[in-house]
Structure formats: C-alpha cells, structure tokens
C-alpha cells in the first residue's frame, strides 16, 4: 500500500537540490541510497572527509584562479568517496561536470609528498529527473577505459547518471520505490527508507 501524498502540500520535495542535500545529511540515509543505487553492495560507516559525519554543500577550492565546486553532499568510508548530487535541468555539459567534480575531489585529497596509491576511489553520483542519454536506463555508469581492447584503466574513478525516469522494466526493484517518491511523493507502508526520508522533508 502506499500513503499518497499532494505534492503541491510540501513546498521543497527531495526533488529540490537544498532539500536533497539537507536531508542527505543523514548518514544512514546516505547509505541506503547508495545501496540501492549500488544493489548488493553493503556501504561502510560513512563520514565526511574531515571524520565528522556528512557535510551539505561541501566546497573544494582547487585554486587561486581555477573554478571551485560546490557539491551537494561529499562523504567518504574506508576505501571510496562519494558525491551525490541532485539534477532537475538537462545540461549537456553535465559530463563535463563530474569530469571536473571527480578531479576536484582527488586534488582535495592529497598533500604534497604523499603518493597517488593512497588516493581512495571515486564516485560522482547524479540523481536525474530526467533521461539525459535517452536510452531509457536507470543508471548509466561509467569508468576510463581502452575502448580497442575493453580493458579498464584502473584509476577507479566512476562517473553514475541515475535515471528517476526510466520505464519500471528497466528498473532494479530496489529502486522503485526511490524513484516513485522522487517523482511522485509516494510513500509506500512497507518501505522504512523511503519513509525516513520522507519524514526528514516532511521536518525541514
């Protein structure tokens, strides 16, 4: 069963990039998201890169004159970091974004003299209210690789465009109901993540 809610009746939904990233700041919600997005995959304890819990609207400055990058939410477990961002505009130039996002997240992690095997993997995760490839996927994942011989580079940077809507065949299950509260505000009585989640909208 599911409790429908008036999305007009909630000023800023999950939807909205501020209330995403604010809500986002909770740790566990943090994880059950990247364990739907990633199904299988049991994520560690996450924490902000300074060992606090989750930073909102985590800036990097990469330089006296270059861009800086303001992310929505930036966190780290034991061997990876993840950026999570929420898209409601098709840019093309979105690509572009986490090229620039993944590099601006390795430079904030080194300090002179310590060596590139240190540097943990990455992950630059766009949740999208829309089909930027058109191919009607759920998630579009994406790392360097020899396009001649299909043999990955191996610097473990990853690039995922997560689809809010793809067609429900195309959809994980774990998804669904993720995907159905992005888009809609459903809240389905037998789902406690999407409840959390939708309990901590429903509080700022």
Do not use: W
Not at 9 to 21: E, K, R, V
Not at 60 to 70: E, F, L, Q
Not at 73 to 97: G, T
Request: hydrophobic share 40%; net charge negative; with cysteine.
């Amino acid at each position: 069963m599911l409790i429908q809610n008036n999305p007009s009746s909630i000023q800023y939904p999950l939807n909205n990039d501020i209330m995403f990233a604010l809500v986002m700041n909770d740790a566990d919600l943090c994880r059950g998201l990247l364990e739907r997005i990633f199904p299988g995959r049991k994520v560690r304890m996450l924490k902000v890169c300074d060992g606090s819990d989750v930073e909102v609207q985590n800036t990097i400055i990469t330089g006296m004159i270059s861009k800086s990058v303001r992310l929505d939410v930036l966190f780290e477990d034991d061997d990876s970091l993840y950026s999570i961002e929420m898209q409601n505009m098709n840019d093309a130039a979105l690509p572009m974004r986490g090229r620039y996002y993944a590099s601006a997240m390795d430079i904030d992690q080194l300090r002179r003299g310590e060596e590139y095997k240190e540097l943990k993997k990455n992950y630059v995760i766009f949740i999208c209210t829309f089909d930027h490839y058109g191919l009607e996927q759920a998630v579009y994942s994406f790392q360097n690789y020899d396009v001649k011989n299909s043999l990955p580079y191996g610097d473990e940077s990853f690039k995922l465009i997560v689809n809010t809507t793809a067609p429900v065949e195309n959809t994980p299950q774990e998804l669904m109901p993720f995907f159905d509260y992005v888009n809609r505000m459903e809240v389905p009585e037998d789902d406690a993540f999407i409840q959390a989640l939708h309990a901590q909208v429903e509080k700022y």
